[in-house]
């Protein structure tokens, strides 16, 4: 069973609308989560990065959270635009070992006009 | 741009070919990393470098033979492909040990279509 698991699977906005995005995890120590962009045929790009001592990042549009208590962790996504058409990955790393990162699938946006 | 590069962008190769991925990062790590990603999977570690030594092969086929020269290249070889090998192989970096902070960069990948 993976360690990380996204909601929804995919989903379909409208240009301008607001959308979240969750991660559950069981990784446990955890040294941070980290929200990545994916578009399509291309690697990912790291959007937002979290230690398990905060709460809340933001980059621009995108806002994610953290409940370290719960293992949960949000993106949220303000005002989109057709360019957040993408998949979001949502990626833990293991504390006290390097290299070691655990992914979810992805949650694969489509906003449309 | 991250920092990363990898070539080509995009191969087709037939079952009996041989080729090889190639990836260069410009940040300075000292790890990097070789990636499967298929569709709607998370992505699949296949190897890992550090500081030119592999440290990890996640029971991959031996078709699959990476190399890494020195910390800033890293390649994999291809040989008897199969077509379930087809997916977008990922390249990245990182810099071990960097504790809290300690993140991966991507390269744009590979796109392999294996006939």
């Known amino acids: 069973k993976n360690q990380v698991e996204q909601s929804p699977q995919s989903l379909i906005i409208l240009e301008g609308k607001n959308c979240t995005l969750q991660?559950?995890?069981?990784?446990?120590?955890?040294?941070?989560l980290r929200w990545y962009k994916q578009d399509t045929g291309r690697g990912p790009v790291s959007l937002t990065i979290m230690t398990f001592s905060e709460n809340t990042k933001s980059n621009g549009r995108y806002t994610a959270t953290l409940d370290a208590d719960t293992k949960q962790s949000s993106l949220h996504i303000t005002a989109s635009q057709l360019s957040d058409s993408a998949s979001y990955i949502c990626v833990v790393s293991v504390t006290d070992s390097w290299g070691k990162f655990q992914f979810g699938a992805g949650t694969q946006v489509v906003v449309t006009p | 741009e991250t920092g990363v590069t990898q070539t080509p962008r995009h191969l087709v190769m037939g079952m009996t070919n041989k080729k090889s991925l190639k990836c260069e990062q410009h940040?300075?790590?000292?790890?990097m990393y070789w990636y499967k990603q298929s569709a709607k999977k998370p992505l699949e570690l296949m190897f890992v470098y550090n500081f030119k030594e592999q440290t990890e092969n996640n029971s991959v086929p031996s078709r699959f033979s990476p190399e890494c020269p020195n910390s800033s290249h890293l390649f994999l070889h291809l040989h008897t492909l199969q077509p379930e090998d087809s997916a977008l192989y990922l390249c990245?970096?990182?810099?071990?040990?960097?504790?809290?902070?300690?993140?991966?960069?991507f390269g744009p990948g590979t796109r392999l279509l294996v006939l």
């Open positions: 991660c559950n995890y069981t990784v446990s120590p955890f040294s941070n």
């Open positions: 940040l300075g790590h000292n790890a």
């Open positions: 990245a970096s990182s810099q071990p040990w960097a504790q809290l902070q300690e993140t991966q960069y």
